[in-house]
């Protein structure tokens, strides 16, 4: 269902929750234990449409996956278990699933095509088949091998020693998985901090997985021995970061009290934004009470503060690149310049986020410019009740709705309903807090 939201600013809000399990974890929990020996029963899975796309896919490619609410219980076909599914596969939004199902299927048996929605046919797939390509893989795809959709014809893959030319957990993630299918070793070297996410899943399935980090040269090798089967486990996936980011923008823009979220990982690779934030001047508490297969869980508090410009770039953007429309929010409030560097990353995610951000926010009064790489904001600025649009981006809408909350009459968001990529249930969680939201069907069009 297409639908608007409505909100009315400013509101003032404060509380304690949940946000939903983790969307990285969760595509990865599915994709390895699908070709793990054994059952795998995962737990807080998040049903989003991206998650529900890859599910999907797994089962379309013969494994058998059993959901009841946001559990979920796969009974793996180990390494080389997969069929060649009947129809093309559709990854619909999710790019994560576009980047791994490509390394998952080159090294089975069979032929697949794998596609998406229009937006997914936008965003680039050759740096994930570059390496695959060295591997031996037989892939195709259109624009010169640049775009979706891909074809995949399997056979036997070769490991390689791989250096990313850029931070990228999707793209580390393929080359690991292609690698485990593959014969001999395959390292994966990184020269930024990207989400370690799939290293730490592998390790906790006693997957033949090897970290080593060159401190002085600034390295991290991470190397998977192929075709050594590994078993299934239980998985418990924590709390989205990504997700619990817009409550945490909330309560430094639009909290009448403290605002905490409980049972989120805090993955170290994940959290830029609370670095950003103590830079900023509104720093939260953390308090880490769990790990659970190595990812850290645990609760985020924050209370509203003077927020302060400040400059972002470097290693750190890797870790808060899905963040950084909600730091171009907050640097509207701060008081100075906010120059954010080194994130042209964002140019080709769902949408041109860069170029978005800026237009949306400049709707609502902000002086917000994107520039190549970044954008730069000066603050504070009042912001205005306005008419702005998702573009289909989930995290766009959701950052609009919480300028909505901070901003002076009323803002109507249309395209809300692209929240359901990643939270679907997100308008209900600021109903938790206080916020009064009205959803009305999607505007008609000619």
């Not at 304690?16 to 399990?21: D, F, I, K, M, Y």
């Not at 959901?67 to 080389?80: F, Q, T």
């Not at 989400?195 to 033949?208: K, N, V």
């Not at 302060?308 to 171009?328: F, K, M, Q, S």
Request: proline fraction near 5%; charged fraction near 20%; charge should be negative.
């Amino acid at each position: 269902m297409t639908y608007r939201a409505v909100i009315e600013g400013p509101q003032v809000l404060s509380g304690r929750l949940a946000v939903p399990g983790d969307k990285s974890i969760t595509h990865r929990a599915l994709v390895f234990s699908a070709i793990a020996s054994g059952k795998s029963r995962i737990s807080n899975i998040l049903t989003s449409a991206d998650c529900l796309s890859t599910l999907d896919c797994l089962r379309r490619c013969g494994v058998r996956i059993e959901v009841d609410g946001v559990k979920a219980v796969v009974h793996g076909r180990g390494l080389s278990g997969l069929v060649e599914p009947d129809d093309i596969l559709d990854v619909g939004n999710s790019g994560t699933a576009l980047r791994i199902l490509p390394a998952l299927l080159a090294g089975q048996g069979g032929f697949a095509v794998i596609t998406g929605d229009r937006s997914i046919r936008t965003r680039p797939v050759d740096r994930v088949l570059k390496p695959l390509v060295e591997m031996g893989a037989r892939v195709w795809a259109r624009a010169g091998g640049r775009l979706a959709p891909v074809a995949v014809a399997g056979g036997q893959l070769k490991g390689i020693a791989y250096r990313l030319p850029v931070a990228s957990a999707q793209v580390k993630t393929a080359v690991l998985t292609a690698g485990l299918l593959a014969e001999g070793r395959t390292t994966v070297i990184e020269t930024a901090p990207s989400r370690d996410h799939t290293e730490l899943m592998l390790e906790h399935l006693g997957a033949a997985v090897a970290i080593d980090a060159d401190a002085a040269r600034g390295e991290r090798g991470i190397t998977v021995t192929g075709q050594t089967q590994f078993t299934a486990g239980d998985i418990d996936v924590p709390g989205d970061f990504s997700s619990a980011a817009f409550f945490l923008a909330v309560g430094a823009l639009a909290a009448s009290g403290p605002v905490e979220v409980v049972g989120v990982g805090l993955n170290p690779t994940r959290t830029g934004l609370i670095e950003v934030l103590e830079k900023m001047g509104v720093a939260p508490d953390v308090l880490v009470r769990s790990v659970n297969a190595g990812e850290p869980v645990g609760a985020i508090g924050i209370e509203r503060g003077r927020l302060v410009g400040t400059d972002i770039g470097g290693g750190l953007v890797p870790r808060l690149i899905d963040e950084l429309p909600l730091v171009a929010l907050l640097a509207t409030q701060a008081q100075g310049r906010t120059i954010v560097r080194d994130a042209a990353e964002l140019r080709v995610k769902e949408t041109d986020r860069l170029a978005l951000t800026a237009a949306e926010l400049k709707k609502m009064g902000a002086k917000i410019a994107p520039t190549g790489d970044g954008f730069i904001i000066d603050g504070p600025t009042p912001l205005k009740g306005a008419t702005v649009e998702s573009h289909g981006d989930h995290r766009l809408a959701m950052m609009l709705a919480v300028a909505a909350l901070a901003a002076d009459g009323v803002t109507v968001i249309e395209g809300a309903d692209a929240v359901d990529v990643s939270f679907p249930d997100f308008f209900d969680r600021l109903r938790e807090l206080g916020a009064d939201v009205a959803i009305a069907p999607a505007k008609q069009t000619d």
